[in-house]
């Protein structure tokens, strides 16, 4: 018989700031694993997906936000379209850097990326950044 677990004030609170800046509701993820699966960046996450949405569901914050997942994600859509409970797993995603980057707008520093480097990189690539990294 499995145990019921009773999520505290403060993650519930967690929860339904992702459920409210995402617009999904969290719970009809089932954890089949089709975001992760499908996802291109996979391989560069140190978190699959999946488990970051299973860490919000349990209210688990400091898993979720300290995971480097958000940030790779290219926000292709793939998980979005993948996924048979038609979660928008790509929105989540966005809300993590939202709350995280309303706490810490400076995440990415531009200044900070060496000049040889800026000049090489592709402009989609600081356009992305900068659509990610800014509130």
Not at 62 to 90: E, G, H, I, Q, Y
Not at 100 to 117: A, F, G, H, M, Q
Request: aromatic share 6%.
């Amino acid at each position: 018989m499995s145990e019921v677990v009773e999520i505290g004030k403060e993650e519930r609170e967690f929860i339904e700031e992702i459920e409210k800046v995402s617009g999904v509701n969290i719970y009809s993820c089932y954890q089949c694993g089709k975001c992760s699966a499908g996802c291109p960046f996979s391989f560069k996450m140190d978190k699959t997906v999946n488990q970051i949405i299973h860490y919000i569901q349990l209210g688990l914050k400091d898993k979720a936000m300290n995971a480097n997942t958000m940030w790779v994600c290219a926000s292709c859509l793939t998980c979005s379209v993948r996924c048979p409970r038609d979660v928008d797993v790509a929105a989540i995603m966005e809300a993590l850097r939202e709350i995280t980057l309303r706490k810490n707008p400076e995440k990415v520093r531009i200044s900070e990326i060496p000049k040889d480097v800026r000049e090489k990189m592709p402009n989609i690539a600081l356009v992305g950044n900068f659509r990610k990294t800014t509130g």
